[in-house]
């Protein structure tokens, strides 16, 4: 049974940073490229960052591109989101994803989210 498990969301000002993780079980995580969905109340869930299996690639969304880092650490089953000079609009729930580079309709398996609140 696949579980990806989010943590570290929370409240925090405009300006301040927070780090997401993702643990995953139940798969070769080794194998799975790994990203991260963001979605607002009301809103489409975005694509946000994601990293190639082996941490050699990453991509991301314009809007957090020098603000955010992904990462990974496959001796751990862990993906990483660093997020910098957080904004109001990066208020948001954010899912781990496990098989995708930034296409939604590749991911095989989701996270339950965890929840980023930016006050301004």
């Known amino acids: 049974q696949v579980q990806l498990v989010e943590s570290g969301g929370g409240l925090v000002q405009a300006g301040g940073s927070l780090r997401l993780s993702c643990a995953a079980s139940g798969l070769t995580f080794s194998s799975y490229a790994m990203g991260w969905f963001r979605q607002a109340p009301g809103k489409e869930r975005e694509f946000v960052a994601a990293?190639?299996?082996?941490?050699?690639?990453?991509r991301y969304v314009d809007s957090v591109k020098g603000r955010f880092t992904i990462s990974r650490d496959n001796s751990k089953n862990t993906v990483y989101l660093q997020m910098n000079s957080l904004k109001p609009e990066d208020t948001a729930l954010y899912y781990c994803?496990?098989?995708?580079?930034?296409?939604?309709?590749?991911?095989?398996?989701w996270g339950q989210g965890t929840q980023v609140t930016v006050s301004s």
């Open positions: 990293i190639s299996w082996n941490g050699g690639s990453t």
């Open positions: 994803a496990a098989g995708t580079m930034g296409d939604i309709r590749t991911v095989r398996y």
